[in-house]
């Protein structure tokens, strides 16, 4: 299997050292957040292998996430990553906290310790702008605050939330994106959690099997909400990345929204076309974790179906248990679409530049 030019990783997670995050911190807030306030909890869903890989430490047992150097080392260099956007853990707490001024500031100081801490290390790490959700008026500051920077690529919100992100309470983080040119992308793992709804329809699963197979329907009704409350005729450059929600449920969403829509469109009177064109104009996805049928012929079938080409992008998730290295990742995609799914949508997305390597 022929290696890509580049490869970007969309999907990478490092973790805050919490003494350098507490530097950037004012009091009351500093000794807060030292004394173990890093957020809104978790919805105690047990993962008997941890969601941390126990594999990824140094040979003297450092955790490889919680420095730019081992992560480099460790993991950019093994498997040639030529860009990667740092989604961080132990961060996304404060995204749906109720403690609006608290979380904000926690998130100020954690956005500006992976800028000036990381960033600097290697330039192969890209920056995501964490928000809170329960304060729109400080997460819109957060966004002007860092927007501009050159390798700021993303505003990064999660999957839980009090209501649907097509609300319009929410806009305004949309509008700021829109003026640095940014995506907005949600990542899972806080429904239930704070300010957040149960993220399922029937409310609270209760274990981490189905809690884990059931996130993609908070992706659905994210997706399904953007659509149809017109966010995107709103805002005709946003760009949406779900990361870390799976792809196999697609089509059979853009094939039961446009039927609903044909029948219903008096009610969104906004929406001038079928709402799957909408989502293959303004959607994308990441690949992990990406669907392993018996039969792979299955899988390229599901990814021939909506504009897998266009609207896919290479994710490792690394390093959570159930991470996908390049090379597994690679090997469930037909030749045409890989140097697209690899790095070419990535690289166009976030503008970026092709790096030149010397075979």
């Known amino acids: 299997m022929t290696k890509p030019k580049m490869i970007i990783d969309t999907d990478l997670h490092p973790v805050p050292v919490h003494e350098q995050v507490a530097e950037y911190l004012e009091e009351p807030w500093r000794s807060r957040y030292l004394r173990g306030d890093h957020g809104a909890g978790h919805p105690n869903y047990f993962n008997p292998g941890g969601v941390m890989r126990s594999d990824a430490v140094t040979e003297d047992g450092r955790r490889i996430e919680r420095s730019p150097e081992t992560m480099a080392s460790h993991f950019l260099d093994v498997y040639e990553i030529d860009y990667a956007v740092m989604n961080p853990m132990e961060a996304m707490e404060h995204c749906v906290s109720p403690d609006a001024h608290y979380s904000a500031a926690a998130l100020t100081a954690v956005n500006r310790h992976f800028v000036e801490d990381w960033l600097s290390a290697d330039e192969r790490y890209l920056a995501s702008i964490m928000v809170a959700f329960s304060n729109i008026e400080l997460a819109v500051g957060e966004i002007h605050r860092w927007g501009a920077h050159p390798r700021v690529v993303q505003v990064l919100g999660v999957s839980g939330s009090p209501f649907p992100l097509g609300h319009s309470y929410f806009h305004p983080i949309y509008e700021a994106a829109v003026a640095y040119d940014l995506p907005f992308a949600i990542h899972p793992g806080l429904e239930g959690v704070g300010i957040a709804g ?110 897998a080409e266009k609207m896919l992008m290479f994710s490792s998730d690394y390093p959570h248990w159930d991470g996908d290295m390049p090379d597994f990742a690679m090997r469930r995609l037909e030749p045409t679409m890989r140097e697209a799914v690899m790095y070419g949508n990535a690289l166009e997305l976030f503008k970026l530049k092709e790096q030149q390597h010397v075979n």
Do not use: C
């Open 198 to 307: 149960s993220g399922g329809t029937a409310g609270f699963a209760s274990s981490y099997l189905e809690w884990h197979t059931l996130l993609a329907t908070s992706y659905m009704t994210q997706m399904v909400s953007m659509v149809v409350e017109g966010v995107f005729e709103k805002f005709p450059s946003l760009k949406f990345i779900l990361v870390e929600g799976g792809v196999a449920w697609l089509p059979a969403i853009m094939w039961r929204l446009d039927k609903n829509w044909k029948a219903l469109r008096s009610t969104t009177p906004w929406l001038t076309r079928r709402p799957s064109e909408i989502i293959q104009d303004h959607i994308y996805l990441t690949t992990q974790p990406i669907e392993e049928p018996d039969d792979p012929g299955h899988f390229r079938q599901v990814l021939e179906m909506f504009d």
